[in-house]
């Protein structure tokens, strides 16, 4: 799938999400559910952050790899790699956490593995859920 960086194409792209999974068999609801989680915090910093608000497109591709579950995001924004940002101290009261920064700690708890890698024009960021059996 290549879609428009633009938070009104969320859903579009969690339907897509579901459908790509569904035809490839699986059945895992809650599998699904997390990669879900993930995918949408993963495309909302492309858009806000990557793109910053400007023309931009994602190019989105769900495989299954054996029994794993795996989703790659292809951007063109300017290098950045969310596997490189410390997590968060959850253990802070709410008052006194930084805004914003949980995105990328909710994709680090929703999959089982993120994979970033920079490519000539962009990032690609490939997230894997593991164990992921679909119905045959």
């Not at 194409?9 to 997390?34: C, K, P, T, Y």
């Amino acid at each position: 799938m290549r879609i428009d960086a633009d938070l009104r194409n969320l859903a579009a792209i969690r339907r897509f999400i579901v459908e790509s999974a569904a035809q490839s068999g699986s059945s895992n609801l809650e599998a699904i559910a997390d990669m879900l989680v993930a995918v949408n915090e993963a495309v909302t910093n492309i858009i806000v952050h990557g793109y910053q608000g400007q023309p931009g497109v994602i190019d989105i591709e769900v495989t299954y790899d054996r029994d794993n579950l795996v989703v790659s995001l292809q951007d063109r924004s300017p290098p950045f790699d969310p596997t490189s940002v410390p997590a968060p101290d959850v253990s802070l009261p709410l008052a006194q956490r930084p805004f914003g920064g949980m995105g990328i700690h909710l994709m680090r708890q929703f999959t089982d593995e993120m994979i970033y890698r920079p490519t000539a024009d962009g990032n690609e960021l490939i997230l894997i859920k593991k164990n992921v059996r679909p119905v045959c």
